[in-house]
């Protein structure tokens, strides 16, 4: 009896496999390869920059950066949450590849495993100098930090905003102060070497990390660079620099989209000093949507169905911007699907560096980059959220399964910088037309039938290989996350810091 199921090659195939090293023209294979800084934000919704509609609040610097550069319009994110977003962005993969799921907290003793390759190590095959300021989440033990997976510095929060170590109770702390929120632990390199206790050290995180950019960029000015600059903002709770503190009029979300903006100011402004513009691909985006609960302490998804937590396009579909004069043509807007999953293969391909051996999940965005754009290299896409196949995409078409989901729907959000309720969702199978329907309003799967049985024919090979809970299959071409002791990092100055 013949097999007829797909052989390995066609499975990683469909499911956006690893493309081939990109072949350096001749005479380039000395050049420099060019410069690449990845700026990443925390919660940011689609509809939270002016060039995506913002209001009442501007970014100039990133209106620019698409004036100069492409706005992608249907770019997605693997899991429109912290860690699995995160894992997905750095490695190339589908986060149920590589064994990483939801936001690792301080007492998780899971974290990036060491077999996986991330960005900064596939540019490291090329001589990149590699850093990473501000949020990391994929890990907050010593083995699974930045400086044990491809970069030579580090300094920031190991893990969201809001996380509070293990163990506090919110009682004064023995010095006799009251703390507005309980110590996170700032970290460079791989030593915890300060605690942010109170709101007035949150607002300075965003200059700060900027500013630690800056020096990289300086001091790596003739060398190929990647800086990966993830900022812990806008994730509640807020936080803002007295010089962007009221001058929205949106209020405090607004101030800080603002001042990312400004930092996003200053990393152009300096490639631009150097004389590094032409040199540097520059690109912008979110994590995932936001987190609309909070209300006015939250981002906006414009006109897109619900938000963080959700694989509804407001969860999963977020802005993002790409810059690198002379090679990208200024002023273009693509709705070809792309995906953090493609970004690890495009910088591989345009460093000219091998790709892991092991099988990732992108594609190189190369020619929406640089062409005409009139192609892109991917045609569907898998939405995953905790290891649940909730929907796939396919060029206008959408295809959510059933599932259950958190609802921002119907319920009052908080006020304040508190959350408000959720609610209880459930969508049986159901088909969106997202060119006639961005909103996923009107379900149109008794009336294409076909589509129907061509999306869940390729959700069956997804299952495959990447395994589904709604469904009850494991994947065969899952691997599993690091798993790491309850050793925290140490802290500088004799001070003790339990995780």
């Not at 020096?215 to 060398?223: D, L």
């Not at 959720?422 to 008794?446: C, F, K, N, Q, S």
Request: include cysteine.
């Amino acid at each position: 009896m013949t097999d007829a199921r797909p052989t390995r090659r066609e499975m990683l195939k469909l499911l956006g496999g690893a493309a081939a090293g990109w072949a350096l023209p001749r005479g380039t294979a000395a050049r420099r390869p060019p410069n690449v800084v990845l700026i990443l934000t925390d919660d940011q919704g689609y509809a939270d920059l002016g060039c995506y509609g913002a209001r009442d609040f501007s970014t100039p610097n990133l209106d620019r950066m698409a004036a100069e550069g492409l706005r992608f319009r249907s770019y997605y994110v693997s899991q429109a949450v912290c860690s699995a977003s995160r894992a997905s962005l750095l490695t190339g993969c589908y986060a149920e590849r590589v064994g990483i799921q939801g936001a690792l907290g301080p007492s998780s003793r899971i974290g990036i495993s060491d077999g996986e390759e991330t960005i900064a190590q596939v540019l490291k095959k090329r001589g990149y100098a590699a850093a990473a300021f501000g949020k990391w989440h994929l890990g907050h033990r010593p083995a699974s930090l930045p400086l044990r997976h491809g970069f030579d510095e580090y300094f920031g929060l190991p893990y969201s905003n809001d996380m509070w170590p293990r163990g506090y109770d919110g009682k004064p702390l023995p010095d006799g102060r009251k703390s507005a929120y309980p110590p996170l632990p700032l970290i460079d390199g791989e030593r915890t070497v300060e605690t942010i206790e109170s709101l007035a050290q949150m607002d300075e995180l965003t200059t700060r990390y900027t500013e630690r950019a800056v020096r990289f960029i300086e001091a790596n000015r003739k060398r190929p660079f990647f800086l990966y600059l993830a900022h812990s903002m806008p994730h509640t709770p807020l936080g803002v620099s007295d010089k962007f503190r009221g001058r929205s009029r949106q209020g405090p979300y607004g101030d800080v989209i603002m001042e990312i903006d400004w930092s996003a100011g200053r990393i152009l402004d300096t490639l631009h000093r150097l004389g590094l513009d032409r040199e540097t691909l520059v690109i912008f985006a979110s994590d995932n949507g936001p987190w609309l609960n909070f209300g006015a302490h939250a981002g906006s998804v414009g006109p897109l169905r619900e938000g963080k937590g959700t694989m509804w396009e407001g969860g999963a579909r977020v802005p993002c911007l790409m810059r690198w004069p002379g090679r990208i043509p200024a002023g273009r807007v693509s709705d070809k699907i792309a995906a953090s999953i493609d970004i690890l293969p495009t910088l591989a391909e345009i460093a000219g560096a091998p790709l892991p051996d092991h099988p990732i999940d992108g594609l190189s965005l190369m020619p929406l980059l640089t062409g005409d754009g009139s192609a892109g290299p991917r045609d569907h896409f898998f939405f995953y959220y905790g290891r649940e196949l909730q929907a796939v995409r396919r060029g206008r078409w959408k295809l959510h399964f059933p599932h259950s989901y958190r609802s921002y729907r119907g319920v009052e959000p908080g006020q304040n910088g508190m959350p408000g309720p959720l609610r209880p969702g459930r969508t049986g199978l159901e088909l969106y037309d997202l060119e006639a329907d961005i909103g996923e309003t009107t379900g149109v799967a008794a009336a294409q039938p076909g589509v129907v049985r061509d999306l869940e024919a390729l959700a069956e090979k997804a299952r495959a290989e990447l395994g589904d809970a709604l469904t009850g299959r494991v994947g065969s071409g899952v691997r599993p996350p690091g798993q790491f002791q309850d050793t925290p990092p140490p802290v500088d100055g004799g001070r003790t810091f339990s995780l």
